[in-house]
């Protein structure tokens, strides 16, 4: 169901600054437990890059069905949930226990903020002394991917997946060979909600061994996925990515490779390149040695050389690794490439008679300039430290050591990377004295960006394992941004059934201020990092404003009017400023707005006879990419004129009808013609379909409909926009159920997802609304079409009270507390939403419906620009 707002002349508008700064990290495959000649266990590794306290719980699911997997952890207990509180700056490394019958599944990792997330896939034998381990970084939910695939030789090569879901996903496989054909096609049995399966290839697809490729992974829902390379004898694993066939990425920096020989073995680095686009392209892998030289290494079959250029079709992939011949020397890589691929590394050791002893998979290092690493320098394990700085001009690189609790441990002298210049140390030489210490290094790099690699390596028997590189960097404790400064939170899982107390304290956050200047004015700015939104408030005259985030790196992006747009044909169009923002502190960032040229679009609204006493109309032209849009106003006799920027657009009309037969009514009718806008004026005629009629009764069981109940219908044909969008174009329609009936005009011969709100309160002091269906009624609508809605009987009320604080202990006034719950008490497919703001003491009392599962967010106040 498609829930919009509803306009002020129904309800209030409830309007919060606020976005998800939770998290969900996945991580498809974990293992415990014991087989006959050793056992597994699970490293969980969590590190906070904020400045301020994030709440972790670890959830774990086995089998295809996402049953249970109960495991020990040392220290939290037994069971397949277990919660924690990482402190600013803090971390842990968690390790199951390894007892019990061997199992496998996967883990879901959520948390109230951004934090580093990785597991660790270890091997024991049966005295318990360690073999192997690999990591297993979090993993991007997707619906169609490719996993490099390697059977050759000893390796062969499994693939974990995990449905985080909520539905059933139907899972599709197909293997590819280097030349990108064709080898094999398998269909999963269906995985269910929060079910996992890992298999090898060889299992998936019999007869495939000696084979080097691809597996491309379909999926009618997202799923998480992972692949491990193994091999065998002596046991080894390495994790190998999942690249989105979305992905758009054409360059790739690798922090460390490494080839040549040393005192008992040698070195080599194996490229993984394969083709997910659906053009053939040019790829080109330049090494270059730590001073920033060009790093001359042999790949047989391909030549001796420090740049090499070839060609992959459509779904090839190549497989190239140095020979490990001459004297040792490291460096980094650069891998770009005319289409989007996949791209991956593997550091393999042999000993001195060339035979295979371990190996790491290496993946792609984004440069940054804030980022923080986790460190485990114990027992046979230390962690050593690659930076590669892909620039032009040199980047200083300043790094704190964190110990477990978040606290400064040590700060260690700056270091001054030339251009091209790689480097790699143990954490040991950048903060001599350390041992038999885990925590994080926090690390933020000047002057440029710098691309970083973490490697945790066992002594004996040998072993690397990739530990993930986070994106944020804590100043650790005794820094805390203001304390007028607040950000939003969140509580999920909240009981509603009784009445209640629940008090919060508002974390501290840091400010992005500056002025909006330029060809144009603001609307609306917000800082966007990854999923996470952050509204800013601008003020209107002066062209500042503020936005209240925590610790991390944002892209800012504007909605603004460009210079030419009026009030009556408003145009809105979007900045994205192409330098990302780092906040360790509050920040100043200036933004200019780019003129766009305007051109006229004029024209004529037909078929529109039956909304001749409409109060008002409006016509909406939204961009095929969100990104630009035009609100005019329509003339009485339906004609229309104003300005637009080039692209092409869908239009829309918006008409509001107070009193007659309906009492209230607010259409939309969506996609009544489209326009290109091309470099010069145009003219655009536009044709509202033919209208049909949908009404009924509307009724709550056992008592009245409250006044200013409203039925919403939304176009199932429009779009929904992904993500943050300045221009969305309209879908729905309202009107009263006046008296228990209501009707609407809608475009004919469409579906629509029907629903009915219903305010609690009195209409003078509403405390909220309640929804049905959850889903919306889908509904076929005709010349004529009747759909009556009987919504359960609405459940008892619960207050919750309590006060809302800062750091010091201060009631914070204004802040807007929201509630909302799909699991109400005794009233299935019915929704609720309640809201209510503190008084000057921070109190506030907020009126639920009886139900569980609710989510209640704290917003606070926007600071003044």
């Not at 091209?420 to 926090?442: C, D, H, I, M, W």
Request: charged share 10%; hydrophobic share 35%; glycine share 12%.
């Amino acid at each position: 169901m498609r829930r919009q707002l509803v306009p002020l002349l129904v309800f209030a508008c409830l309007c919060m600054a606020s976005a998800a700064q939770a998290e969900d990290y996945y991580i498809p495959q974990v293992a415990n437990g014991s087989f006959e000649n050793g056992s597994f266990r699970t490293t969980f590794v969590l590190f906070n890059v904020n400045n301020v306290s994030t709440e972790v719980e670890i959830h774990l699911v086995q089998g295809p069905n996402g049953d249970s997997f109960n495991v020990t952890i040392p220290g939290l207990g037994t069971g397949d949930e277990f919660r924690l509180t990482l402190p600013a700056g803090a971390s842990r490394i968690l390790q199951t226990d390894g007892t019990g019958a061997l199992a496998a599944g996967a883990a879901r990792v959520s948390t109230s903020a951004r934090i580093g997330v990785s597991a660790i896939f270890s091997v024991f034998d049966a005295s318990g002394n360690f073999q192997t381990e690999a990591g297993v970084g979090s993993s991007e939910a997707l619906t169609d991917f490719v996993i490099p695939v390697d059977v050759s030789g000893s390796f062969n090569t499994g693939v974990a997946l995990y449905n985080p879901g909520t539905e059933t996903a139907a899972v599709t496989l197909i293997l590819s060979d280097t030349s990108g054909q064709e080898v094999g096609r398998n269909t999963l049995p269906t995985l269910n909600a929060g079910g996992h399966t890992a298999q090898f290839v060889t299992q998936l697809f019999p007869g495939s061994s000696g084979l080097r490729g691809t597996l491309r992974v379909q999926s009618s829902l997202p799923i998480a996925a992972v692949g491990l390379r193994q091999n065998d004898p002596p046991l080894s694993y390495t994790s190998l990515p999942a690249f989105s066939r979305s992905s758009v990425r054409k360059s790739f920096s690798l922090a460390q490779v490494a080839n040549g020989t040393f005192d008992g073995g040698s070195f080599q680095t194996t490229f993984l390149l394969f083709n997910i686009s659906n053009t053939s392209t040019t790829v080109t892998l330049s090494l270059t040695k730590s001073d920033g030289t060009p790093f001359t290494v042999n790949i047989p079959g391909t030549g001796s050389n420090s740049t090499f250029t070839f060609q992959l079709a459509v779904g090839a992939s190549v497989f190239l690794q140095t020979d490990g011949l001459g004297s040792l020397a490291a460096g980094a890589a650069n891998i770009s490439s005319t289409q989007p691929i996949g791209a991956a590394a593997v550091f393999t050791v042999l000993d001195s008679q060339a035979k295979f002893q371990t190996e790491a998979g290496v993946g792609d290092s984004v440069p940054q300039n804030q980022l923080t690493l986790p460190v485990d320098v114990t027992g046979s394990f230390n962690t050593g430290v690659a930076f590669f700085n892909p620039n032009s001009g040199p980047t200083t690189i300043t790094m704190k050591l964190l110990g477990q609790n978040g606290t400064v441990v040590s700060t260690a002298a700056p270091l001054t990377l030339p251009a091209k210049n790689q480097t790699a140390q143990y954490v040991t030489q950048l903060f001599p004295g350390t041992s038999e210490f885990r925590g994080s290094v926090s690390i933020t790099a000047t002057g440029g960006t710098v691309a970083a690699l973490t490697l945790r390596q066992h002594a004996g028997p040998l072993s690397y394992t990739t530990l993930p590189v986070a994106q944020g960097a804590s100043q650790g404790s005794g820094t805390q941004p203001s304390s007028s400064i607040l950000l939003w939170k969140q509580v999920t899982g909240y009981n509603g059934t009784s009445d209640s107390t629940l008090n919060q304290t508002l974390q501290n956050g840091f400010k992005i201020t500056g002025t909006i200047s330029g060809s144009g004015k603001g609307q609306t700015i917000v800082a966007r990092s990854g999923s996470d939104i952050f509204t800013g408030v601008i003020d209107d005259s002066t062209g500042k404003y503020v936005i209240v985030v925590p610790a991390g790196t944002y892209t800012l992006v504007v909605c603004f009017e460009p210079t030419g747009s009026t009030s009556d044909a408003q145009v809105t169009s979007t900045y994205t400023d192409p330098s990302s923002v780092q906040v360790a502190s509050d920040t100043t960032r200036n933004i200019t707005l780019p003129a766009r040229q305007l051109f006229g679009v004029s024209g004529t609204i037909s078929g529109a006879g039956s909304f001749a006493t409409a109060f008002t109309r409006t016509l909406e032209l939204t961009s095929l990419d969100n990104s630009s849009g035009g609100t005019f106003t329509v003339g009485s006799d339906w004609t229309y004129s104003g300005n637009l920027p080039d692209g092409s657009y869908t239009a829309s009309i918006e008409v509001l009808v107070i009193g007659g037969a309906t009492g209230f009514e607010f259409v939309n009718v969506y996609g009544i013609g489209s326009v290109v806008v091309s470099g010069s004026a145009v003219t655009a005629n536009f044709a509202v379909p033919d209208l049909g009629q949908l009404s009924g009764a509307v009724s709550i069981t056992g008592s009245s409909l409250p006044e200013s109940t409203v039925v919403t219908a939304t176009d199932k044909t429009a779009p929904l926009p992904a993500g943050y969008t300045c221009c969305a174009p309209p879908s729905t329609t309202l009107a009263l159920a006046d008296a228990g009936a209501y009707q609407m005009r809608l475009a004919a011969g469409r579906s629509y997802d029907v629903s009915v709100m219903v305010p609690v309160g009195s209409a003078q002091s509403p405390s909220g609304a309640a929804y049905y269906p959850l889903s919306g009624t889908s509904t076929a609508v005709s010349s004529s079409t009747t759909l009556n809605l009987t919504l359960p009987a609405l459940p008892g009320q619960a207050i919750v009270t309590g006060k809302v604080s800062n750091g010091s202990g201060q009631g914070v006034k204004d802040v807007t507390v929201t509630a909302m719950s799909q699991e109400l008490s005794g009233a299935s497919n019915l929704g609720y939403d309640g809201f209510t703001t503190t008084d000057a003491s921070g109190n506030y009392r907020l009126v639920l419906l009886k139900g569980v599962n609710y989510q209640i967010i704290f917003t606070p106040p926007s600071p003044t620009p």
